[in-house]
């Protein structure tokens, strides 16, 4: 079975910096093209930040030059470095690796790939 779960989601204040980590198991993760994404209170499912099998990077305009992801296929993990946090990156963070052919409109969506149940993570001002 498909499982994901994600750790490291913590209350800090703007400026700060958080480390999240994804442990993966039940698939071949060496071959995943993994990602995070975040859904904000009232705000819909957003895609940050993505690295394919062989560890090509994207990121959302929102995050780049404060986030990086990276992945150790050793260990089947993948991470998400933040720094500069900011209120508006208050969510919660989901590890994901998700069907390129389905829209995703919600975070967790059903059959739209394997989902953790996510970390929060909170900025304050």
């Known amino acids: 079975v498909e499982n994901l779960e994600e750790t490291g989601g913590d209350s800090v204040q703007a400026g700060g910096s958080l480390r999240l980590s994804c442990a993966a198991s039940?698939?071949?993760?060496?071959?995943?093209?993994m990602s995070w994404w975040r859904q904000a209170p009232g705000k819909a499912c957003e895609s940050v930040s993505e690295?394919?099998?062989?560890?090509?990077?994207s990121y959302a305009d929102s995050v780049k030059g404060r986030f990086t992801i990276s992945r150790d296929n050793t260990k089947n993990m993948v991470y998400l470095q933040m720094n500069g946090l900011q209120p508006e990156d208050t969510g919660v963070y989901y590890c994901?690796?998700?069907?390129?052919?389905?829209?995703?409109?919600?975070?967790?969506?059903?059959?739209?790939?394997?989902w953790g149940r996510g970390t929060q993570v909170t900025v304050s001002s």
């Open positions: 994901a690796v998700v069907y390129g052919w389905v829209p995703i409109r919600a975070c967790g969506q059903p059959n739209s790939g394997y």
């Open positions: 690295i394919s099998e062989s560890g090509d990077t």
């Open positions: 039940g698939f071949d993760f060496a071959v995943a093209v």
